[in-house]
């Protein structure tokens, strides 16, 4: 089963289409990673094990009948604690949220996973309204890294990022204005990147939403791909929305990026960094050159 637990969103996929596996099956392995880790990591805010399953259990009737809904049909998928849900809270890391909401509406990005057949467990952690590099708060306490409970998974993502770690799901949504994602997706040894402005919408409305980018959180390049092709793509309600088609991510992953011209500076001529992490990502520059 816990083999189960860390295929990517694209293994999933393929194996419920030729009946290897189903998506209860799944559902079955990553909870039992929540059982295992969970205590230890503090990644989650909540998760509806009822309404997960009931979402599994639709998504193995339509593989049955080879009818998947979407690119993600049953693949276990967590949201950021910021997004807006209508199954729960978003409580934003913050006490001074009142759970009781209302909470009525989806942002888009979740309208699109679910549209999809990603089943969703529930939400994961953030530090208050997503503004630390680290992942703690007063409402939920400390999330830690999978690869060393003494360590952090970052932040503002840390849940999305050590969740997505640790087997608990395949994918999750990230935040992102100074490194929210991308920060996480270093710190746990996963793939997340910071989309273009505009590329996925953000509705409904913060006050950040002028800075905030969201993106996807995965194991593995490809399933990033694959995630932000559901994601990006105009819509009507967020004005600063990028309304034409997004580009085929996926079909240029085999390319490489031997035409790009890519910059870097160790330190952008104002920091100072540490001599070990100059030497660590220098030398990590070198396999964009292969």
Known sequence: MKELSFKSASELVRGYKTGRFSPLEVLDAVLDRVDECEYRLNAWRLIDRKRARRRARASEVRWAKG?????????PAAIKDVTETKDWPTLNGSLSINPRGP??????????LKSHGAVILGKTETPEFAWRGITESELHGVTRNPWNPDW????SSGGAGAAVSAGMVAIATGTDSGGSIRGPASFCNVVGFKPTFGRVPV??????MMMEHCGP???TVRDAALMFSVMAGGDHRDGYAIQEPSPNVLSGLGRGVGELRIGFSA???VARVDDEIRRVT?????????
């Not at 909470?103 to 699109?112: F, P, Q, S």
């Open 67 to 75: 009818k998947p809904c979407g690119l993600l049909d049953g693949v």
């Open 103 to 112: 909470w009525n509406v989806d942002a888009v990005v979740v309208e699109r």
């Open 203 to 208: 509705w409904p409305a913060s006050p950040l």
């Open 282 to 290: 220098t030398r990590s520059t070198k396999i964009l050159v292969i």
């Open 267 to 269: 330190d952008l001529g």
């Open 217 to 219: 959180i995965t194991r």
């Open 152 to 155: 952090t998974p970052g932040g």
